[in-house]
């Protein structure tokens, strides 16, 4: 079965609205990545967490290994932030194998 | 900073043709990897390589081969290239013990 489960699949956001994004995990994980995929294919690094928060602009990840999920918080969503959405785990055995999510397809309407 | 390049951008050929995708990168990363992506779905892992000459299967190895010939390469070879893996394939690379992992701009493959 799949290690990460991405949720929502797609989500629609008005112009200066925020939402979050989920990642649940179905075993132990040491690390998660955070992706913007855009138009051209490009993945774009957002966060890399080991535990805790961190904050970027309008972005803000969390990652608790210990309920086995991470968030991803949209603040004040802008047209350029639409895109596809990526987490990958890094499990807590073997050796840097990280396991992606389906993403979520997030557009942004002015 | 550094950069990963990805050649061919485009690769197109024909079913059970050997097919190979090259991946540079100047980061002095160890640990380098290949990925598939299929439309509109998520990446699924080839091979990995924690350092030169060493070859990790991933969970989508079966069809493939690998080549770490130095640090800063890691080639990817299609065997017998079939009409269903018509993909996007993603090179990565990572630091060792730190595995946040940055990505090539991807080669889209296309089987006739």
């Known amino acids: 079965g799949d290690q990460v489960e991405q949720s929502p699949s797609a989500l629609s956001l008005h112009e200066g609205t925020g939402s979050a994004l989920r990642c649940n995990f179905t075993t132990t994980m040491r690390a998660v990545q955070w992706f913007q995929q855009n138009s051209r294919g490009s993945l774009i690094n957002l966060f890399y967490?080991?535990?805790g928060t961190k904050e970027n602009g309008r972005l803000k990840s969390t990652f608790n290994s210990k309920e086995s999920y991470s968030t991803l918080h949209i603040r004040d969503a802008q047209l350029e932030d639409s895109g596809t959405y990526f987490c990958a785990a890094e499990r807590d055995t073997g050796y840097q194998n990280f396991y992606f999510g389906k993403g979520t397809s997030l557009t942004v309407i002015p | 900073g550094g950069i990963i390049t990805q050649t061919p951008k485009f690769l197109i050929g024909q079913e059970g043709q050997k097919l190979t995708l090259k991946c540079q990168q100047n980061?002095?990363?160890?640990?380098m990897y290949w990925y598939r992506q299929d439309s509109g779905k998520g990446l699924r892992l080839i091979y990995y390589s924690i350092t030169e000459n060493d070859l990790q299967k991933g969970d989508l190895s079966e069809g493939y081969d690998a080549s770490r010939e130095k640090k800063s390469s890691f080639s990817l070879t299609v065997t017998s290239a079939q009409k269903n893996e018509m993909a996007v394939f993603l090179c990565?690379?990572?630091?060792?013990?730190?595995?946040?992992?940055?990505f090539g701009p991807g080669t889209r493959l296309t089987v006739l």
């Open positions: 967490l080991a535990s």
């Open positions: 990565a690379s990572s630091h060792w013990g730190y595995a946040e992992q940055f």
């Open positions: 980061f002095n990363h160890d640990t």
